[in-house]
């Protein structure tokens, strides 16, 4: 999965507008040979049936300005290295995984690394900053009141104080801190971290699952990671997370763990029905399944809108040779880990300790 098959400029090309997120191959395994699957929305008690075509994409989403004009060549580039998906695919639904340190885990690992990090969540998070700046009009510092409403606006409650404050700080000391950074610049930055993450998700315990009865759906943020217990309602990061899921197909789910054994075979119903719930806790807009299974998304519980990004202040705690230490006080930022009642969540300052951040 080599980096530099990014290469952040133009060549004039024609260019395609509508740039997958989550690659067609990868949805065609919902649906079948029809080329449609079931999609539910957030906002939305019922599903329909929609083409691969039009799931999970959105218009110039990987587009950059270069001195030929706009330009798709990441798009381009995400495409060409998504040509070894159906095999790769079809080699987890068998329960084929490349031993660990191969170069076929390296793969492998690869694929779910950038499938990881070309969500436009990843993307909204970054250009969380310069979207508050057009907001309040170009004005320095930015007024409280706009990060106020661009939050309420995007996670569809009203923030707390200390939210406020720790969103304002963080936008503000971005913005007064440097250049105005490009599209292409937060595309390098987002896939700049993609060799470390792969080496991280290929080190850990892989396994697979498979179901011969009610069928695992999927979402348009495919790679959910998962707790336990989630703390406090704050974040969960690759290092934090018990469990990273990804559904390879209706009938088969590959399962990372950080340690432990590599099970693999035949699950229940109720684990199905628990990991269905979590894609749902966890999509961004939609989650999606094979074209006769509407009634199965309808029975999912999604919130209207997803939690949004969060900003606060507090201390940071790292591990050192006397267990926690405290390095001070930072600015911090996360997603809510999971889709409960907005209420629920925790607010307030808290203490960031070692995985808690994504």
């Known amino acids: ?145 706009v990060i106020e409403a661009l939050l309420a606006e995007r996670w569809g409650q009203v923030p707390h104080e200390s939210e406020v404050q720790g969103a304002w700080d963080y936008v503000n000391v971005f913005l007064r801190s440097g250049p105005r950074l490009t599209q292409a610049d937060y595309l390098a930055a987002s896939f700049g971290t993609l060799p470390k993450l792969t080496d991280r998700l290929g080190s850990m315990r892989w396994s697979t699952e498979a179901t011969k009865g009610m069928p695992f759906v999927t979402s348009d943020q495919p790679l959910s990671l998962w707790v336990k217990h989630p703390d406090g309602g704050r974040g969960v990061g690759i290092d934090g997370a018990e469990e990273i899921r990804f559904p390879v197909g209706p009938r088969n789910l590959l399962v990372l763990r950080p ?20 894609a749902g806790a966890t999509c961004r807009q939609m989650v999606i399944a094979e074209p006769n299974r509407t009634g199965l998304l309808e029975d999912l519980q999604l919130r209207d809108t997803r939690p949004m990004w969060k900003f606060n202040e507090g201390p940071l705690y790292e591990s050192g040779p006397n267990g926690l230490e405290y390095q001070g006080e930072v600015i911090q930022s996360y997603r809510p880990y999971d889709d409960r009642v907005a209420s629920e969540y925790a607010a307030g300052p808290y203490s960031s300790r070692p995985g808690s951040r994504q």
């Open 259 to 278: 340690d432990g054994r590599e099970p693999s075979g035949l699950v229940p119903r109720s684990r199905v029905l628990s990991v269905n719930a979590h």
């Open 1 to 145: 999965m080599a980096l530099d098959m990014f290469v952040f400029g133009g060549d004039g090309m024609a260019r395609a507008r509508a740039h997958h997120y989550v690659p067609q191959a990868y949805l065609r395994q919902w649906a079948a040979d029809v080329g449609h699957v079931a999609v539910r929305r957030r906002g939305n008690l019922t599903a329909f049936v929609a083409s691969t075509r039009k799931v999970a994409q959105e218009t110039d989403l990987y587009t950059v300005e270069t001195e030929a004009g706009p330009s798709d060549f990441v798009e381009r580039s995400l495409s060409r290295m998504e040509g070894v998906l159906p095999d790769v695919l079809a080699a987890m639904r068998r329960g084929n995984i490349p031993k660990a340190g191969s170069p076929g885990r390296a793969l492998f690992a690869g694929l779910l690394a950038l499938q990881f990090i070309r969500t436009p969540d990843r993307v909204e998070h970054q250009r969380f900053p310069e979207d508050a700046l057009a907001a309040g009009g170009g004005v320095l510092p930015v007024p409280k009141a």
